[in-house]
Nanobody, 119 residues
Framework: QVHVVESGGGWVQPGGSLRLSCAASGSINRLYAMSWYRQTPGKPRKLVAS???????EYGDSVKGRFTISRENTKNTVHLQMNSLAPEDTDVYYC?????????????WGQGTPVTVSS
């Protein structure tokens, strides 16, 4: 069983910054991709940013140039540095990890951390 725990969400004024963190633990043999998604109630989750264990990154169009994803492979941890935040960035942010637990593929989600950008 894999546990995924996010932290770092909260309230910030427009133009401000937040840093989200996500730590995965449990039956993990290897993590390939670690990603951040966002979701508004009633709508599908959207990719914010993703990073592979080789360091390849992918970003959603709306966050390019403002958000930076990074990971610490030895700690199974991923971070999302969010700068120049705008009200439209308000959402619940979810961490997703994909990899291998030693027997089969794993695909686990955290509970989400809310981000609110308002004045």
């Amino acid at each position: 069983q894999v546990h995924v725990v996010e932290s770092g969400g909260g309230w910030v004024q427009p133009g401000g910054s937040l840093r989200l963190s996500c730590a995965a633990s449990g039956s993990i043999n290897r993590l390939y991709a670690m990603s951040w998604y966002r979701q508004t109630p009633g709508k599908p989750r959207k990719l914010v940013a993703s990073i592979t264990n080789g360091g390849y990154t992918e970003y959603g169009d709306s966050v390019k140039g403002r958000f930076t994803i990074s990971r610490e492979n030895t700690k199974n941890t991923v971070h999302l540095q969010m700068n120049s935040l705008a009200p439209e960035d308000t959402d619940v942010y979810y961490c997703n990890v994909r990899g291998f637990d030693g027997r089969s593929a794993l695909d686990a989600w955290g509970q989400g951390t809310p981000v609110t950008v308002s004045s």
